[in-house]
């Protein structure tokens, strides 16, 4: 009897940033060779402090690397951003283990 594959995504939120990124690059905002530069100094400058493990630290580096892109074509707000992502940290720290994350209103 065969195995089931292992899950493409360590995380949910790996696979829910991967797919952002890719429907941003399929509306146009920005090419592939583009991003490929930027991640690709992403990773150079958090590896050089630690092993990138391909899991949360990798993808906290896409996830840098996604954010300077939407600051750097006027899609979002440095501001914006911090608030957003403090939001969901309160919203996950508040969370019982195994309940979905929700942010409030």
């Not at 493990?53 to 951003?81: K, Q, S, V």
Request: charged share 20%; proline share 6%.
């Amino acid at each position: 009897m065969s195995q089931p594959p292992e899950p493409a995504f360590e995380a949910p939120w790996h696979a829910q940033l991967f797919a952002l990124t890719v429907h941003l690059n399929e509306a146009g905002h920005f090419g592939w060779g583009d991003w490929a530069e930027a991640f690709g100094a992403t990773l150079k400058r958090h590896g050089l402090a630690r092993e990138l493990d391909g899991g949360d630290d990798y993808f906290n580096a896409w996830l840098e690397t996604l954010e300077t892109f939407l600051i750097a074509r006027d899609m979002a707000e440095a501001g914006a951003l911090g608030e957003m992502r403090a939001a969901w940290e309160r919203a996950y720290l508040a969370t019982p283990h195994g309940a979905p994350v929700v942010l409030d209103d």
